[in-house]
Nanobody, 122 residues
Framework: VQLQASGGGLVQAGGSLRLSCAAS????????MGWFRQAPGKEREFVAY????????LYGDSVKGRFTISRDNAKNTVYLQMNSLKPEETAVYYC????????????????WGQGTLVTVSS
């Protein structure tokens, strides 16, 4: 399956962005979807995931209450709504897919998008 992330950009601290990740080449509803991010000089970290039909979600501790992951299987797209953004959340955001179930481990994700850059200015 191919993944294409979009929606990144420059936003002021406290602002919002919505990222999208469009999937093609596979049966989207078979896959559990995750979002990760990687800041300069840091490891890629888990942000959120969502179950194949959207009934289950999990968030990293640092984004709970501010970010919301959702999906539209009819559009083969997963979203990440990000509110109250902080400068330290400047990173490349990646979407990823796995058929193996909900997991926070990036090694369990088989397919990755190219990433979209989010820059949060102070």
């Amino acid at each position: 399956v191919q993944l294409q992330a979009s929606g990144g950009g420059l936003v002021q601290a406290g602002g919002s962005l919505r990222l999208s990740c469009a999937a093609s080449g596979g049966t989207f509803s078979r896959y559990y979807m995750g979002w990760f991010r990687q800041a300069p000089g840091k490891e890629r970290e888990f942000v959120a995931y969502i179950s194949a039909y959207g009934g289950g979600t999990l968030y990293g501790d640092s984004v709970k209450g501010r970010f919301t992951i959702s999906r539209d299987n009819a559009k083969n797209t997963v979203y990440l709504q990000m509110n109250s953004l902080k400068p330290e959340e400047t990173a490349v955001y990646y979407c990823a897919a796995t058929p193996r179930g909900m997991t926070m481990s990036r090694s369990e994700y088989e397919y990755w998008g190219q990433g979209t850059l989010v820059t949060v200015s102070s």
